[in-house]
Structures are given as structure tokens and as C-alpha cells.
């Protein structure tokens, strides 16, 4: 089952899929707003076509990447060249390089050959489970051990789910990302500092994607298995903001898609960010784009795109 059909079925999840053939000039109008910064702003698209005709545009939204559109055709116009930029954006992917957990414990002098080679023979002849968890099964070390070392592997702090808040996170990822991709917000430190937990290893793009879209600085960092699960279960088990989930087949019926959506929301602000295959946008209903809005006041789209 692919990761959107499984979503699909989840409650308080609405999917939408647009046919690639699906033509711009489908787009709905929607009624004016409060008032038209139109007759005083420009139209953030540079191919802007209208001229001064904008004038007459009664609308005041939608905005996004913080710049106003006159026209359905030019926010499609705007997203397409986000989404261009988002794929030439220099990947933040994760480093394959790591030195092996196992060795690295033996060389810290916390498991012993013998041990090591026990639960290598045992993980194999399993055909499943992880190194760290067949040693304490072993008895040859204990969690909290194979948690440093995991924070030793990738260079991170390990983090502690002290004064644990998941109310106050539900909006810092998407439930799908927390879901499928196995990353906990634990907390942010003075409005500014999210930490950010991993179970095994640390997800960088997803870390990245976050940051981009709260402006939070975010410190990634190693969470013991025992305290990740039952944190990340609480934390799905919240009021999520409403999600829309689509998929794409490459990026310009997804530009399409995405611009429909911003189209028929009209929100005050808007923010797209890639993360995997996904983009990510995020729309405010109110014109504070907070970086961690209450779950009523943003709606997301999630789309996967074939080709990213
Ligand atoms: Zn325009």
C-alpha cells in the first residue's frame, strides 16, 4: 500500500489528485476580502501580464511566499518557479559514511568482541532487528549505552523528553511526515530553538524542511527507543491541522495542483518547502504567519511528486 492510499484512509485527512492533463484555466474565483492592496501593491509574479488592469482585481489574496498574485495564472506562474527552486536547492541528504555502531562501541571499550560478534550472529540468523537491541537482549550493554553511541555515530546531542508539551507541537510537522519519515518535536526553547528527536538516525532534509518553514532553529539529537515511541504515540494521538494529501507526476501538473489550492483557500500567507519527494505548503488564514500556528489556523497540502 503506498504511503498516500494509507493516509488516504485516515480520519480528518482529505485527498485530492489532479490529472496531469488538468488545464490552468480551470481555476474558481473567490469573492473579495477585506480590502484590495491591489489598488496599492504590484503582483509579486515578474511575467505579470496585466499591466495596470490589476487595478481592477478585486482581491486582496491570496500571498504567497509572502508576495501578492492578481491572477490565478500568475500564482500558478509564482509556485511553478518556487518549485523549480526548491529541486535546484542543494540536497541536504543524509551522509552514508557513519562508522558502525558495533565497532564504534568496541572501540569506546563499552561491548567486547566477543559480544559484538554474538549479536551479529544473532541479528543474522534473525534476518531482522537492530544491532543495539540484540546487545541488550544479549545483555551486553543497556539502552541508554547504545543511545550514546548513537549520538556519538552522528555527531548529536542526546535529548530528553523532559516537560514533554504535545499539544504545543502539533503544528511544527505534519502528522504524515512525523508518521513516515520517524521524527519527534520535542520542544522549543524561548520560541526559537526546536529540538528535534530521532530514534536511530537523524533525518537532515526533514530537519532542514522544518526549520525553512517555522524560521525555528532547529537541533536534531538522538532520543532513547523507550521514551521516542510512546512520546511520538501521544503526539499522533492530538488535533492535528487539517492536511491535504495529492499526488504528482512531475512538477508541472504538481505546480498546477498547488496553485489550485492556494487559489481556493486564499490565504493571507502562504510557505512551500520540499521535504523528499513531498512538497510541503502551509497556508495561514490570518495575515501572522506564525511559525507555530494553532492547529485551526493553517491548513497543509502534502504532494508527492513522481520525478522530484
Ligand atoms: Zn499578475
Same mark, same amino acid.
Request: hydrophobic fraction near 45%; charge should be positive; include cysteine.
Given at each position: ?160 523528553? +523532559? ?78 491541522? +487539517? ?7 512531475? +512538477? ?57
Amino acid at each position: 500500500m503506498s504511503l498516500l492510499k494509507h493516509w488516504s484512509n485516515q480520519p480528518s485527512v482529505n485527498v485530492e489528485a489532479v490529472p496531469s492533463s488538468a488545464l490552468a484555466s480551470d481555476f474558481g474565483s473567490t469573492p473579495n476580502r477585506l480590502f484590495r492592496p491591489s489598488l496599492i501593491g504590484q503582483c509579486a509574479n515578474q511575467g505579470c501580464r496585466s499591466g495596470w488592469l490589476h487595478l481592477f482585481r478585486k482581491r486582496s489574496t491570496p500571498v504567497f511566499q509572502g508576495g501578492w498574485t492578481c491572477s490565478p495564472e500568475c500564482t500558478e506562474a509564482r509556485v511553478q518557479w518556487a518549485l523549480g527552486r526548491e529541486r535546484r536547492a542543494p540536497a541536504h541528504e543524509i551522509h552514508p559514511h557513519r562508522i558502525p555502531l558495533g565497532l564504534l562501541m568496541l572501540e569506546q571499550g563499552w561491548i567486547t568482541r566477543r559480544q559484538l560478534h554474538d549479536a551479529l550472529q544473532a541479528q543474522r540468523a534473525a534476518g531482522s532487528g537492530r544491532l543495539g537491541d540484540w546487545l541488550v537482549r544479549q545483555r551486553a550493554t543497556d539502552e541508554a549505552t547504545v543511545t550514546r553511541a548513537l549520538g556519538l555515530q552522528w555527531s548529536c546531542p542526546v535529548l530528553a523528553n +523532559e516537560a514533554y508539551d504535545p499539544v504545543a507541537l502539533t503544528s511544527v510537522v505534519p502528522r504524515l511526515f512525523l508518521d513516515a519519515f520517524g521524527a519527534l518535536p520535542l520542544r522549543i526553547a524561548a520560541g526559537k530553538l526546536l529540538y528535534l528527536g530521532f530514534e536511530q538516525c537523524l533525518d537532515p532534509v526533514l530537519a532542514f524542511a522544518v526549520g525553512s518553514m517555522t524560521g525555528l532553529r532547529v537541533e536534531s539529537g538522538i532520543v532513547c527507543s523507550s521514551q521516542f515511541r510512546p512520546a511520538l504515540d501521544r503526539l499522533l494521538g492530538e488535533k492535528f491541522p +487539517e492536511a491535504q494529501l495529492a499526488e504528482a507526476v512531475s +512538477e508541472v501538473p504538481a505546480a498546477h495542483l498547488l496553485a489550485r489550492s492556494i487559489e481556493r483557500f486564499q490565504p493571507m500567507n502562504s510557505k512551500m518547502v520540499r521535504m523528499h519527494n513531498f512538497m510541503w505548503l502551509r497556508m495561514w488564514r490570518s495575515r501572522e504567519a506564525d511559525s507555530v500556528p494553532s492547529s485551526d489556523s493553517v491548513v497543509d497540502v502534502l504532494c508527492s511528486i513522481g520525478a522530484l
